[in-house]
């Protein structure tokens, strides 16, 4: 049974950092592309950021771009996604997902998700 727990989020003031990892259990994140994918409140889930299976290629939303860095530990089984100089527009719930080899931006080709965990920015 594939199961991905998000951990890492929590308040923090704008300007300010956070580490998201995903934990990933019932599958080898090595041979998965990973994706992270945030939902604030009343609108639709977006893509964040992914990395392919090989870890070779790094894909980001452009309104994160330069601030959040996504990561692979495969020896761990855990994605990270690194965020920095957050922003109050940052405030989401935020979703691991996978998805065999190519990562793409599009939320509908994850076959595994998280339950999320919640980011909120103050200002």
């Not at 989020?9 to 945030?38: D, E, H, K, P």
């Not at 994160?64 to 109050?88: C, E, H, Y």
Request: aromatic content about 12%; hydrophobic content about 35%.
């Amino acid at each position: 049974q594939v199961q991905l727990v998000e951990s890492g989020g929590g308040l923090v003031q704008a300007g300010g950092s956070l580490r998201l990892s995903c934990a990933a259990s019932g599958l080898t994140i090595s041979n998965y592309a990973m994706g992270w994918f945030r939902q604030a409140p009343g609108k639709e889930r977006e893509f964040v950021a992914a990395l392919r299976w090989s870890g070779s290629r790094l894909y980001y939303a452009d309104s994160v771009k330069g601030r959040f860095t996504i990561s692979r530990d495969n020896a761990n089984n855990t994605v990270n996604l690194q965020m920095n100089n957050l922003k109050p527009e940052d405030t989401a719930v935020y979703y691991c997902a996978a998805k065999l080899f190519a990562a793409t931006t599009d939320q509908r080709e994850y076959a595994y998700w998280g339950q999320g965990t919640q980011v909120t920015v103050s200002s």
